[in-house]
T-cell receptor
Framework: ETGVTQTPRHLVMGMTNKKSLKCEQH?????MYWYKQSAKKPLELMFV???????ENNSVPSRFSPECPNSSHLFLHLHTLQPEDSALYLC?????????????FGPGTRLTVL | AQSVTQPDIHITVSEGASLELRCNYS??????LFWYVQSPGQGLQLLLK????DTLVQGIKGFEAEFKRSQSSFNLRKPSVHWSDAAEYFC???????????WGAGTKLIIKP
């Protein structure tokens, strides 16, 4: 596998379920990001990790819990979500945590909360 | 407030015709400017970027964009579109002082055969 991969690609869950999204980058990058993409809205940055350390949590509800065990892997643990959390969740990585660094995106996980 | 506006939610263009997608921004610092493309079922891919220098930048897939400081714009152009260009296009702005990008809401490009 090359680039940024995300699993699963699609996920349907009830509001009481617990599930996890996985992201893996094979690019040797040091920064990783979780974004939420909703139709007709700008991308919302949720979490940022730099060298495995969380550097950003953009007021994301605690029902979303990120984990970064190493620079190549990023997880988003989901618990007691709401229907408005249905969206495409994108993972991205960049070599350095800087605005001039290209971000490489995975294909996303399409999440539906029933 | 910092913001990026892509005025057109959808644009329909005939195959072979020229294309211009608009992006306007409001940003206090000297901006870094980006265009990303998202094909159906895929993540975003960088088309081109502007940091400084020549205000006309060339990108991948035959795209170019022009930075106009006086108009706070960074419009994306292509002289002749192909059916494979059908996708959603996102403009984003950043700065040296802040790694977070400000994103536009996207423009969906539809290609008529």
């Amino acid at each position: 596998e090359t680039g940024v991969t995300q699993t699963p690609r699609h996920l349907v869950m009830g509001m009481t379920n617990k599930k996890s999204l996985k992201c893996e980058q094979h690019l040797g990058h040091n920064a990783m990001y979780w974004y939420k993409q909703s139709a007709k809205k700008p991308l919302e940055l949720m979490f940022v990790y730099n060298f495995k350390e969380q550097t950003e949590n953009n007021s994301v509800p605690s029902r979303f819990s990120p984990e970064c065990p190493n620079s190549s892997h990023l997880f988003l643990h989901l618990h007691t979500l709401q229907p408005e959390d249905s969206a495409l969740y994108l993972c991205a990585s960049s070599l350095r945590l800087a605005a001039d660094n290209e971000q490489f995106f995975g294909p996303g996980t399409r999440l539906t909360v029933l | 407030a910092q913001s990026v506006t892509q005025p057109d939610i959808h644009i329909t263009v005939s195959e072979g015709a020229s294309l211009e997608l608009r992006c306007n921004y409001s940003y206090g610092a000297t901006p870094y400017l980006f265009w990303y493309v998202q094909s159906p079922g895929q993540g975003l891919q960088l088309l081109l970027k502007y940091f400084s220098g020549d205000t006309l930048v060339q990108g991948i897939k035959g795209f170019e964009a022009e930075f106009k400081r006086s108009q706070s714009s960074f419009n994306l152009r292509k002289p002749s579109v192909h059916w494979s260009d059908a996708a959603e296009y996102f403009c984003a702005v950043g700065a040296q002082s802040n790694y977070q990008l400000i994103w536009g809401a996207g423009t969906k490009l539809i290609i008529k055969p």
